[in-house]
């Protein structure tokens, strides 16, 4: 069977709704993908509230996008705040010479009382070539310094990084709220992560048919220290892969996840809510 979209240009069908609410952790209502039409907030909230998922954290990670997201939390009492320069970005502007004052915007915008969350930030070996590491090594401690003076949660992003992300976090001491963004380590990374108190959020990638090792990494992560994502619109979870994602799809990922963690879909929705709140407060 291959899913088809209809109804609204061509966006993938409305799941099931969740039975309770719960929160999506991750979310770029800023960015739009090539070609498609962009997905204007209060469409895309009033989408997602429909499925009971009635709040998310926006994340804003280069300058255009932290602006984006101060005006979205300010008008939509659904989202809290996420800011930070990305770990992709800080090698640019600091070719730019425009590093430092990025920065100055970033601590400005970081007590805005509904920014919860400074990410997200980390290390990403990926895109980043060698030639960018000590940089962005650089600003991922400056980063953690900054959740750490405004008392903020921390979202980690890590791509091919896993070893330096970890390291880097123990020499600097993590935040007490720290969040590992589309987790994508190993049962071992996952049991270092719960260990150390961080939590683990999944996105669409659990649902991926390749994705068994991540699936392993959930079945090991203690039910009050994972939360759920979509870092739409990338990552759409199956049957929908490779569409355009949006936090109303949340629902397919949660029911992926129950199973894996073999939890009933109402007790993982519960604990998601919960243990979103404790990582950001209440909103
Ligand atoms: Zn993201």
């Not at 959740?147 to 921390?154: D, E, I, S, V």
Request: proline fraction near 7%.
């Amino acid at each position: 069977m291959s899913p088809h979209s209809s109804g609204h240009r061509g966006l993938p069908d409305r799941p099931d709704p969740l039975p309770i609410d719960v929160v999506d952790n991750h979310v770029h209502l800023d960015i739009t993908r090539e070609g498609d039409e962009p997905f204007d907030v209060a469409e895309a909230v009033a989408r997602a509230r429909q499925v009971g998922v009635t709040r998310m954290v926006q994340v804003g990670c280069d300058l255009d996008g932290i602006a984006f997201t101060i005006e979205a939390i300010d008008r939509h009492p659904e989202l809290l705040g996420g800011i930070a320069l990305h770990p992709n970005e800080v090698p640019c502007l600091a070719a730019a010479g425009r590093l430092e004052e990025a920065y100055a915007e970033v601590e400005r915008l970081a007590t805005h009382e509904r920014v919860r969350v400074i990410g997200e930030t980390g290390l990403d070996y990926f895109r980043t070539g060698p030639e960018g590491v000590a940089v962005q090594q650089d600003g991922f401690r400056w980063h953690i310094d900054l959740a750490k003076r405004t008392g903020r949660a921390l979202q980690i992003h890590d791509r091919d990084a896993h070893d330096d992300v970890l390291r880097i976090l123990e020499e600097e001491g993590a935040p007490p709220r720290t969040v590992m963004h589309c987790f994508s380590g190993d049962m071992a990374m996952a049991r270092t992560c719960a260990e150390r108190g961080y939590y683990l959020s999944f996105a669409g990638t659990v649902t991926f048919k390749n994705a068994k090792g991540l699936r392993d990494a959930l079945s090991v992560t203690p039910l009050d220290r994972v939360l759920v994502e979509t870092d739409a619109p990338h990552l759409t979870p199956a049957p929908w892969r490779g569409a355009t994602n949006a936090p109303y799809l949340v629902p397919h990922t949660i029911r992926a996840m129950a199973g894996v963690l073999g939890v009933a879909v109402p007790t993982l929705c519960q604990a998601v809510s919960d243990t979103s709140e404790a990582v950001y407060g209440p909103w």
